[in-house]
């Protein structure tokens, strides 16, 4: 897989906050006076693009890239690399509030915390070999639709998913399926497929509900009720969406409901 060498990636920026009428010129990586890789925004505006309204989560701030010219390095790392160290950046310069928990981080999870595995970039989705890559061919293709540029001649991307799934939630976590109950919020892509649903059966050889609409009606009660619930998302740039549908979940009768989304954004998508 690939992964943003913060350390070579320079350019150029122009950013604004949205509180403030003056833009903010400067630099990464050119010389002396260049912003500070810990600073927290310094690499939300490396991984977004021009005209991106960014959220800083844990300060409420928001900011517009107006320019950028920044030469993006990559670096080659293997898949097991990557999901111990490679996906990770300090919570603080990512912008992360707490109730985001990576688990790459195994980090402590509550009711309210948001799982998630990936972090969504803008400026690195046409980048074959990048997990925003992978994610969004993933999210917006069919898994099942040939691909003469994939050693297997299909998409392998559904794979790494369902990997991740298994390996970096599931068992990290400690998590046994048995005796709950899971279920997707309807995100469905351009194909009409709702591929959190297919990776989700993949690996649990399981029926999974996705149409939520009805999962509320009196006689489906006994499906979620004193349960706990798995609710999954894909790619999740506010969270107020996955909070409303774990609350109508709990209101429905749900004893409880764990969070996954596949990844997070800092820009609304």
């Known amino acids: 897989m690939k992964v943003i060498d913060y350390e070579k990636t320079r350019g150029y920026f122009q950013i604004q906050y949205l509180d403030d009428n003056k833009p903010i010129v400067g630099s990464i990586n050119v010389d ?28 409420d701030l928001q900011f517009k890239i107006i320019a950028k010219d920044i030469e993006i390095i990559y670096k080659d790392v293997i898949e097991y690399d990557f999901f111990e160290s490679f996906n ?54 069919s898994p099942r639709i040939s691909d003469e540029n994939s050693p297997k001649g299909y998409f392998n991307e559904f794979d790494i998913l369902c990997r991740t799934f298994k390996t970096n939630f599931l068992a990290k976590y400690e998590i046994d399926i048995e005796g709950k109950a899971i279920c997707c919020i309807p995100q469905k892509n351009k194909h009409g497929i709702n591929i959190n649903k297919l990776i989700i059966e993949e690996v649990t050889k399981r029926d999974v509900r996705s149409d939520m609409s009805d999962i509320f009606e009196v006689e489906d009660y006994n499906s979620i009720k004193d349960k706990t619930v798995i609710l999954i998302s894909g790619i999740i740039s506010d969270e107020q969406e996955i909070i409303r549908y774990r609350n109508k979940l709990i209101d429905a009768g749900a004893k409880s409901v764990i969070m996954y989304a596949f990844a997070k954004a800092s820009v609304k998508l």
């Open 32 to 59: 002396n006076t260049s912003m500070k890789l810990e600073a927290i925004v310094t690499k939300l505006i490396i991984n977004n693009c021009e005209n991106d309204i960014v959220t800083i989560d844990e300060k």
């Open 88 to 141: 990770l950046y300090n919570e603080r310069e990512a912008g992360i509030k707490s109730k985001y928990v990576n688990v790459s981080e195994r980090g402590s999870y509550n009711g309210d915390n948001i799982l998630f595995q990936f972090y969504y970039k803008n400026a690195e989705v046409n980048e074959k070999g990048t997990a925003s890559y992978v994610l969004k061919n993933i999210f917006e293709k």
